[in-house]
């Protein structure tokens, strides 16, 4: 099977069928980065362009080594090197590179909606890596491989969400994916963090995050942007995380076999207890181990690649 | 053939043979930009060190992409992350990486004759990839690669280079290329932005930019470098662009199959208003392709390639 | 033979055995970056992270060299755009890269220990590429490769260290390297440059660099960071530097043959004066060349390379 799309934009636009195709392919891929050598030449002589707007170790080295394991030809361009300082358009960077014939563009902005820009001005696949508070798809594809590795699917499991839901892409994509896949969500943060049409994406609205994971099956803590406390969204660290941290307390209103979820990089004693980070029911790692799979499996399908 | 240069510091030192040489190189290279496949092993074992002191996408990505799909290994090293911040002179730096067995060294520096004093001291090749207001020979040869593509030679052609003359190592090197391979040429800008012996390089010179672009077969507008405003180089944005800016009134004025080149990136409004940027005269997209095939041929012949 | 160590973290724990064991190996790879295709398919498929959260051009490049000609896949990784900016502690950073298996990671930190803690957390090989102002393995093996091959060994050799010794990790380094393989080893610097337990390990101790150079058959010179001026360490450049650059009047205490090396950046007219630094005496460039074949040794050994 192919994927009949030459884009990933985002959660919202995939199909069922092409979420399973995209998992699908993922774990077929995760046993190439346990081997001894670890790469293949499926991708070689492609080009594979990381246009990074925002900074950002982890997508981008997770791209990075997605797109060397396959052999393809990987290009850094980040935001302060970049011409964008110049004053260019998002538009005439993207044509330029365009006509340097890369396969694939890789992007993050700060803005809702570049990439899809992007994708409509030029021939080549262009791949979300996080537009602004809209979309973070390959997160939540490696979000949806992890939960499905664990807990056999999707069916009938109660995932709770939790934190800064109105400025978290990850909470967005997460939630039209697992919607999708048949999971419950829940999703919990104070007022000041919780958009206000939040019930009609489908899902349970809570303000205590006690409520959101009682009997959850995943919980999935997101990061607190620490720089908005003085931007009176949230008083102080200490009084979030002593209502919105998931600690060794709290974690016992769950299902005894929960896992715990978090995208990073981790506020450790802000949104999630150490004991918790670092604690059995933490998945965090494989999420990370498995963006490496999901992020390969996404460069081969988009230049056309068969599962 | 083969090019008898270690390294390539301007245009102004190569003969009308080996411009000749390298077009045609480039020419052939084109082709490998299309492919499924976009590599061949040309250069497979050859390291290739882009040293960039200036900030710049397109320049450095193209040669990234060129050495690339020649299958060289690329190192990037930019300034900021460079151990210039700890006051080390350009010799050592050069010398440095010379120790390190390099194959070509393409440097950016701010400073007119930066690269020409590297290629004294290293015994590696070295390319220019612009110095300072001096010389941008990579970008002339990009220009005369698409001029000659789509005109079919020099001979009789009128080229008419527009803007801030004096600050522009693309203009000077341009105008050297163009003059030895028999175009004629015409430059226009503010009196403040003309060099005072622009004549002696043989060129019209004009302060109105209609007089030079009337029957011209090129117009190449140059970037108006906007923090310049508060320089007193030129009033403000808005005056500048509404005598220097290529528009739809004025392009009547040149010929009929007239083509329009900018080095990028595009100030839109500013000196090219969008629907010239955009439309059909305009062949700025061919230059960046254009771009990387001569930056490949480039890296192909200084490291002793044969046409 | 076979390296039993997963990292190189200081040369204080390196036995006799296993510094020659690097550097023969280091002495076998030098052939290959003098090749015309400078590549061997050694370390293909393996994942080769660099980490700097300081910057610096040459040890970082270095390292991509090594890699690349090794043709591993290598991936940088700098401070200023990396999640640290995010508050992520060292070891999360960590632990996340472990989860995208890489096989190595290069990584420069200004705290001491840094690499040690990374290496007790991750299964990985971790080298240590300069930590704080504890140890410089890779560069004290690089200046031990260059001492042995300009003078047959080290037994005898009266090595003098001159400089900021109390704030410089490759004395340090040094000093456990040139004793453990039976060089005699005198220091030199002004007294707020020396720390005070100097003798404990087991060199002479000078406050000035005439007497430690006397006799001498190495004299390394250190970089004195300028930006220290202002903290009262020392009084002014030009104080320093009529009290401890190496130039052609002191040069002539030291023995006839005596090789003079220098950690670069130089700062020229500092520590060394230039007729120095470009002299017969210098050894500076091959220590560079050098640098290249002892990181090359590492990345093989650590991976399990035999020699």
């Known amino acids: ?10 959660i919202k636009d995939l199909s069922v069928e092409e979420i ?6 993922a774990e077929s891929f995760v046993e190439i980065s346990t081997r001894e050598i670890k790469k293949v030449p499926t991708l070689r002589g492609k080009t594979v362009i990381n246009l990074f707007f925002e900074a950002s170790t982890r997508t981008r080295t997770s791209f990075e080594i997605a797109g060397k394991r396959l052999s393809a030809d990987t290009i850094n361009i980040s935001a302060s090197t970049s011409s964008v300082v110049k004053g260019e358009t998002l538009v005439d960077t993207a044509r330029n590179l365009e006509a340097m014939n890369p396969d694939i563009i890789v992007i993050r902005h700060s803005a809702a909606g570049a990439p899809h820009l992007l994708a409509r001005m030029i021939r080549q696949s262009v ?32 995932v709770a969400i ?11 994509s997460n939630i039209y994916g697992l919607k999708k896949m048949g999971a419950k969500v829940a999703v919990a943060g104070p007022a000041t ?16 995050l006690e409520e959101a994971i009682t009997d959850a099956d995943i919980v999935m803590m997101l990061r607190i942007q620490t720089e908005r ?26 299902k005894k076999d929960v896992i715990v979820m978090h995208p ?13 980070a670092d604690g059995p029911y933490s998945v965090i790692l494989d999420q990370v181990t498995n963006g490496v799979a999901v992020r390969m499996a996404l460069l081969y399908l988009v230049t056309g690649g068969e599962s």
């Open 264 to 276: 990073g990089p981790v506020n450790r004693g802000v949104e999630l207890s150490p004991d918790i």
């Open 229 to 254: 406390q003085n931007q009176s969204i949230f008083p102080s660290l200490r009084e979030y995380s002593s209502y919105f941290s998931l600690n060794k307390r709290n974690i016992g209103l769950a």
């Open 162 to 172: 939790c934190g800064d839901i109105a400025h978290s892409r990850v909470a967005r």
């Open 193 to 208: 963090m919780m958009p206000r049409d939040m019930d009609k994406m489908g899902v349970e609205v809570h303000y205590h």
């Open 20 to 25: 399973n195709l995209i998992l699908d392919t």
């Open 1 to 10: 099977m192919k994927l009949a799309k030459k884009d990933i934009l985002g």
């Open 127 to 158: 791949i979300n890596a996080g537009d602004g508070f809209h979309e973070h798809p390959t997160q939540a594809l490696l979000d949806m491989m992890t939960i499905r590795n664990k807990k056999g699917g999707f069916g009938g499991l109660k």
